[in-house]
C-alpha cells in the first residue's frame, strides 16, 4: 500500500511547495451502519485486561533496570551514559506504570525525570533527592498489595514531587527556560 | 460510520522497551492487523522502514544512540529512497507541551503521551487514515501541513508566502494530547 510518486502532485510558491496525492489508505476504511455491534477499541481494552496477570511482574523488571541504573551511578557518577540510563529507565516507569496499574510510581518517576532533565549539574543533587525516588518506586511496586495506594503511595509521590519541585525552581531561579518546563501543566492524559 | 480494515494495514512498531512493544502488538492484533514489524531501536526501524515498506509508524520517543525524533527526521527526507510520506504517531513518555512542537516539527503525523490507551492509539489511527494532511516542504521544513486552523493574523517567522488558506480543519496535536483520545 505504499505511495506511488508518480501521483503526487506539487504546487509550487514563493517559498513553499504544498504536495499532495490521493489518499494511499483509503482502500482500507469500509463504511459500517451506525449499529454496528463491532467494537475494536473494546476488543482491544478486553485484551489489554487479559495481560494484566503479568504487569506486576514487569513492573519488576523495570523497577529493577532503574535500581541498576542507579548503582552504576553511585559507582562511577554521572556519566552522559550513566545518566542517559537512569533518565530512560525512569521515564519507562514513567509512561508505562499506569497502564500496568502502578500509577503514583510512575508520577514519582516523572518527578526523577525532572530532576534529570532541569538540574544544572546533576553530581550537586542531593543524593538523598535522587535516592528517595527511587526507593518510593520500589516500595510502590514492591508493597503494591499491602500499601493503601490511595492514601499512602499518592502521598508518598505528591511529597516527592513537592520538594523536587522546590529544590528545582530554587536552582534554576536563573535559567527562565527550564522555570517555564518546570511551571508548565503535563499534557499527560488523566486516569 | 467508518471502520479500518486493519488486515490491510502494515505497521512498524518502534520502542526499546519491550513490555510497551507487547501492549502495542496486542493493541494492534486486537484492532485486526496481522503485520505489526518491531524494533527496539531508531537504527533498526529505519533499516525495516526500507524493507518493509510499512504504512503507519508507530514509534517511542526516548531510545538509545538514534532516538525516535532523529527516526521522524529520518524519514522525512524528500529525496530519500525510502517513502517519506508514512504517518508517523509518536508514542511517548514525554507530557510537556514543548516537546509536541518539537516533535511536530520533526514530520511526526500524530502524538500521542503516555499513559496508553486503546481509544487513543485507535483514533490516532483512524485519522492518519481518514484525513490525511498535506505535505509541505520548505527550506527548513518537510511534512505533514502544521497548520491546523487559519489564521490570516499570523505574523511570526514562518508564515507563508503565497497560496490559498486550504487548511484542513483539526484539533491542534497538543490539544489531542491533552484530551488523551
Request: glycine fraction near 6%.
Amino acid at each position: 500500500m505504499a505511495n506511488k510518486r508518480a501521483d503526487i502532485e506539487v504546487k509550487k510558491y514563493t517559498d513553499h511547495q504544498v504536495i499532495t496525492q490521493p489518499n494511499p489508505l483509503r482502500a482500507v476504511l469500509r463504511r459500517v451502519a451506525d449499529d454496528d455491534i463491532d467494537d475494536p477499541v473494546a476488543r482491544a481494552e478486553q485484551a489489554l485486561s487479559g495481560l494484566s496477570g503479568e504487569f506486576k511482574q514487569w513492573m519488576e523488571i523495570e523497577v529493577e533496570r532503574l535500581a541498576a541504573a542507579h548503582a552504576a551511578i553511585i559507582k562511577g557518577g554521572f556519566t552522559k551514559p550513566a545518566r542517559d540510563e537512569l533518565f530512560r529507565a525512569a521515564h519507562d516507569i514513567k509512561g508505562d506504570a499506569a497502564t500496568f496499574g502502578f500509577a503514583p510510581a510512575g508520577m514519582v518517576a516523572e518527578s526523577l525525570c525532572r530532576i534529570i532533565e532541569h538540574a544544572p549539574d546533576l553530581a550537586r543533587v542531593p543524593s538523598d533527592l535522587i535516592v528517595h525516588h527511587i526507593n518510593a518506586i520500589q516500595a510502590i511496586v514492591h508493597e503494591h498489595t499491602k500499601l493503601d495506594r490511595i492514601s499512602i503511595s499518592n502521598e508518598l509521590s505528591q511529597r516527592l514531587r513537592g520538594v523536587a519541585d522546590k529544590y528545582l525552581a530554587r536552582v534554576n531561579h536563573d535559567r527562565p527556560e527550564h522555570l517555564e518546563a518546570i511551571m508548565a501543566p503535563s499534557i499527560a492524559p488523566a486516569d | 460510520m467508518f471502520r479500518i480494515d486493519f488486515n490491510k494495514l502494515r505497521f512498524l512498531i518502534c520502542d526499546d522497551n519491550p513490555h510497551m512493544r507487547r501492549i502495542l502488538r496486542t493493541l494492534l492484533h486486537s484492532f485486526g492487523a496481522r503485520e505489526a514489524y518491531e524494533a527496539e531501536d531508531g537504527a533498526t526501524a529505519l533499516e525495516m522502514y526500507t524493507h518493509y515498506v510499512p504504512d503507519i509508524v508507530i514509534t517511542d520517543w526516548a531510545m538509545p544512540i538514534f532516538d525516535g525524533l532523529e527516526l521522524a527526521q529520518m524519514i522525512r527526507q524528500p529525496e530519500a529512497k525510502g517513502n517519506p510520506y508514512a504517518p508517523i504517531i509518536m508514542l511517548t513518555g514525554h507530557s510537556e507541551k514543548r516537546r509536541v512542537t518539537v516533535a511536530r516539527d520533526a514530520g511526526v503525523t500524530e502524538f500521542l503521551a503516555k499513559p496508553i490507551s486503546a481509544k487513543g492509539l485507535y483514533q490516532r489511527i483512524l485519522n492518519v487514515v481518514a484525513n490525511p494532511r498535506p505535505f509541505i516542504k520548505t527550506k527548513t521544513y518537510f511534512g505533514p501541513d502544521r497548520r491546523r486552523n487559519t489564521n490570516a493574523a499570523y505574523i511570526g517567522p514562518e508564515r507563508r508566502v503565497g497560496g490559498e488558506f486550504e487548511i484542513l480543519q483539526q484539533p491542534s496535536l497538543l490539544d489531542k494530547a491533552r484530551s488523551g483520545v
